[in-house]
């Protein structure tokens, strides 16, 4: 593992504009000191923010899609200050390495990146924190290995999404041929499509549904963008283009619910009630029955969009925090 101790603040980027209906309400950073760190993988490394000491076991924070460790830098501040905090980039996200040319993206990457993880810290035991695309891999990971989890907890997406029969034919016959599309791009060498910083700001507010706020934007920018070559004062995604032909879960509504009875471990769930479900609200609600059968199991809700940690962190830290000194107190 390398550290780099250079830079332990947001980096300057140009400011973002308040939105038409005003700035979103501050939140309080009490504290922002992390150390970038680079963990050796087969392909490369994965980058992440190491807050607090390395001498205890982090809460392993990760990320949802196109999305990277930024996602928690207004959560990390608020988290109970006698544990460590490790937020990642997933493979091909933020600065950590792309897979080789020729490789896809799949769902199930990020499992196997947290046994690495475990491995390369020899620890026994992880506790995880994770959001969306991550919240279902997390799900898959505490079912799979429900020994190794002493903690989880799950941001907004509950389990793998279940699919119609038609929607994954289509969907896996598009993705194979995004797939090549971008190869040929990426093979081609030429530099994304670039834009001035509101542009690049409104870009992501919007790709994101609206879901990330203006003000937060600069938070997963930071990690997410890099400066034109070609053209002065502009930016592009620097993420790899590789990530929108993602392949992803497709599984019987079985499946998740043979999962929900293996995960044994203290599991918090928190909904963004502002945020959508991604699939039929029938299959979430059996499987969340199912989950309430664990008694340390616990479910709330709160006012948000689906990156309402992200936006508004008080609204969940206060959770999470109870949660977290319940199970790894000091």
Same mark, same amino acid.
């Given at each position: ?5 250079? &830079?332990?603040?947001?980096? &300057? ?7 038409? *209906? @005003? ?20 392909? @490369? ?5 190491? /807050? ?15 999305? =990277? ?51 390369? /810290? ?25 020994? $190794? ?24 016959? #598009?993705?194979? #041929? ?11 060498? +030429? %530099? ?18 609206? +879901? ?6 600069? /938070?997963?920018?930071?990690? =997410? ?8 004062? $502009? ?9 929108? *032909? ?32 991604? %699939?039929?609200?029938? /299959? ?13 199991? #616990?479910?709330?809700?709160?006012? @948000? ?26």
């Amino acid at each position: 593992m390398k550290v780099s101790r250079g &830079l332990r603040m947001l980096k &300057l980027l140009p400011n973002v504009r308040n939105s038409s *209906s @005003g700035p979103t309400k501050p939140f309080k950073i009490i504290n922002k000191h992390f150390d970038e760190i680079s963990i050796p993988v087969p392909w @490369g490394h994965i980058s992440g923010k190491w /807050y607090g000491p390395k001498h205890v076991r982090p809460i392993v924070g990760m990320h949802g899609w196109q999305d =990277n460790a930024g996602t928690f830098d207004t959560l990390a501040p608020l988290l109970p200050s006698h544990l460590s905090f490790l937020s990642i980039d997933a493979p091909g996200h933020g600065l950590s390495s792309w897979l080789p040319p020729g490789t896809s993206y799949h769902s199930i990457d990020l499992v196997l990146v947290t046994r690495r993880l475990m491995e390369e /810290y020899n620890w026994d035991k992880i506790s995880i924190m994770a959001h969306s695309m991550s919240s279902i891999n997390g799900f898959v990971f505490s079912a799979l290995f429900p020994d $190794k989890v002493d903690l989880f907890v799950g941001l907004d997406v509950l389990k793998p999404p279940v699919r119609s029969a038609r929607s994954i034919v289509d969907s896996l016959s #598009e993705r194979i #041929e995004s797939t090549l599309k971008l190869e040929r791009r990426l093979k081609s060498g +030429s %530099e994304p499509p670039s834009y001035d910083w509101d542009q690049l700001v409104t870009r992501l507010h919007e790709g994101s549904n609206k +879901s990330v706020s203006i003000e937060s934007c600069k /938070y997963l920018l930071q990690r =997410n963008c890099k400066p034109s070559t070609h053209e002065p004062h $502009k930016y592009y995604f620097s993420r790899d283009n590789r990530l929108k *032909s993602s392949l992803f879960y497709t599984l019987h509504q079985e499946v998740p619910m043979e999962m929900a009875r293996r995960i044994k471990c203290p599991h918090l769930f928190i909904k963004a009630l502002q945020a959508p479900y991604y %699939e039929r609200k029938e /299959y979430f609600d059996e499987v969340l029955a199912e989950l309430q059968k664990n008694p340390l199991f #616990e479910f709330h809700e709160v006012e @948000g969009t689906h990156h309402v940690h992200l936006n508004e962190p008080e609204k969940v830290a206060p959770i999470i925090n109870s949660f977290i000194n319940r199970y790894r107190p000091l």
